[in-house]
């Protein structure tokens, strides 16, 4: 197989990194967790070979997912990642995605890395816009995306079937790249 992990991108607090299969059981330390994935949409993991699985059949194979690793314990803490945004097929436009570990919570890490995606989004991948989403519900992923400049598009109702047969609303948000353009500058200001 190819070597498809990404360039490695590194904040004040955090290094951004390609996953390796050594990840397994720190991936399945937070995403064992009944408070991280349902939030998202995707179901606990059940076992380290599990966690495994999703790293060489999912996360090793679309370029653009990063683990997140905490620089000062050295530990890997969570996942983030660009794909191509199935809701805008065709546009160059690819959606965020991110996960964490909840004893990382609340202290605006998964700003500071979806603010290090976006960046390398519009300024090394040359992306028009960048999109997420998230179900009404998570209101921390609701926080992330109005710090890191996201606009609110609307509600598609009734839009996503996730893991336990449930269909939930999705909330759309869009960035694109004069406006994050401005965003940029301000914050440098």
Known sequence: MEDRKPAALET???L???????DAAELYEYAKNPNVGPHAGWKPHESIDESLEIITDLFLVKYHIWAIVDKASGKMIGSIGLEEDSKRPGTGCMELG???????????LMTEAAEAVIRCGFLTMELPAVSIY???ANHRSKRVIEKCGFHFEGILRKANRIYSGEIRDTACYSLVKDEWEKISVNKNT
Not at 16 to 22: I, K, M, N, Q, V
Not at 98 to 108: C, I, L, P, S, T
């Open 16 to 22: 951004l990194r390609g996953f390796t299969p050594e």
């Open 98 to 108: 991110y996960a964490m570990d909840e004893g990382f919570w609340g202290r605006g």
């Open 134 to 136: 998230h179900y009404p």
């Open 12 to 14: 004040e607090r955090l």
